[in-house]
Structure formats: structure tokens, C-alpha cells
């Protein structure tokens, strides 16, 4: 016996009376516009945890005689860096200087007397810090 010659099984028969199918609820709008005068007040804005909110003030760590100072954009391009998500502007600064403040200071400190004020911008797609005595680039770190 072939393919063609095997016999196919009949379709389950429909209903005939629509009163055995189940009734199904009445699908809610993907979205709805609104036109015109919206009397209602927008809902407020989702409440951040006030631990995760966008830092102020730079953030300084003192190494080797010099103070490092993250100001609070570079702050906020350490949370593009992996493992950031859910961690406060403070918490990440201070893992970075955790990690590199050592490595900062001892980068610059054949070129820039001790003590001195070192800004570090941070660049986290490059992976770089550069670190900027007043306004000129003193050294670049990969981090």
C-alpha cells in the first residue's frame, strides 16, 4: 500500500447549534485616542527610589596626593557600563574609584605635582577615563 493509497480521517464534525460554544469575553482596545478637552489630570509620574536618583554634587576619592573628582555626567555615563543597573550614582563612583583610583593616580603622577585637583570624564563605550587637570588632558586610562 502507497502514500497515496492510504485512507485520510474525516474532520470533527462542527456543531451545529452555537449555543454548545462557550461565550468569549469581549476583547479590551489596544489603545484608545483622545481628542479635545481631557478634564482628568495626567497620573503622576512613577516615584524613582530615592537611593537610584541622578547625583548632585561630583564625588571625590583621594589617592597618592591627589583628589579625583567624578562630576555627576560622568557619573552618569558609569551606569552605561555592565553591572550598573539598579545601583545608585554613589555606589557606582565609588566601585569605580574602588577599582581604578590607584591606577588613576599612578598614571599621572610623573607629569602632575602632587596635590592636585584631577577631574576624571569618563567615556564608557571607549572604556576610557581621561583625566583633566583644569582644563587640558593630563592622561587616558583604559579601565
Do not use: H, W
Not at 22 to 45: F, H, I, K, M, Y
Not at 58 to 65: A, S
Not at 85 to 111: N, P, T, V, W, Y
Request: include cysteine; hydrophobic fraction near 35%; charge should be negative.
Amino acid at each position: 500500500m502507497s502514500d497515496s493509497d492510504t485512507p485520510v480521517p474525516p474532520f470533527p464534525e462542527e456543531p451545529d447549534d452555537a449555543a454548545e460554544l462557550p461565550e468569549l469575553p469581549e476583547p479590551e482596545p489596544a489603545a484608545v485616542s483622545v481628542t479635545g478637552d481631557v478634564t482628568a489630570p495626567p497620573p503622576p509620574p512613577a516615584a524613582k527610589r530615592p537611593d537610584l536618583q541622578a547625583r548632585k554634587e561630583p564625588l571625590y576619592r583621594e589617592c597618592r596626593g591627589f583628589r579625583l573628582r567624578l562630576d555627576p555626567p560622568d557619573l552618569a555615563r558609569l551606569r552605561e557600563l555592565p553591572g550598573s543597573r539598579g545601583r545608585s550614582d554613589d555606589e557606582i563612583g565609588e566601585a569605580f574609584f574602588d577599582g581604578q583610583a590607584d591606577r588613576l593616580a599612578a598614571s599621572i603622577a610623573d607629569d602632575v605635582p602632587a596635590p592636585a585637583e584631577i577631574r576624571v570624564v569618563v567615556d564608557p563605550y571607549s572604556r576610557q577615563a581621561f583625566l583633566a587637570l583644569e582644563n587640558r588632558i593630563r592622561g587616558i586610562l583604559s579601565f
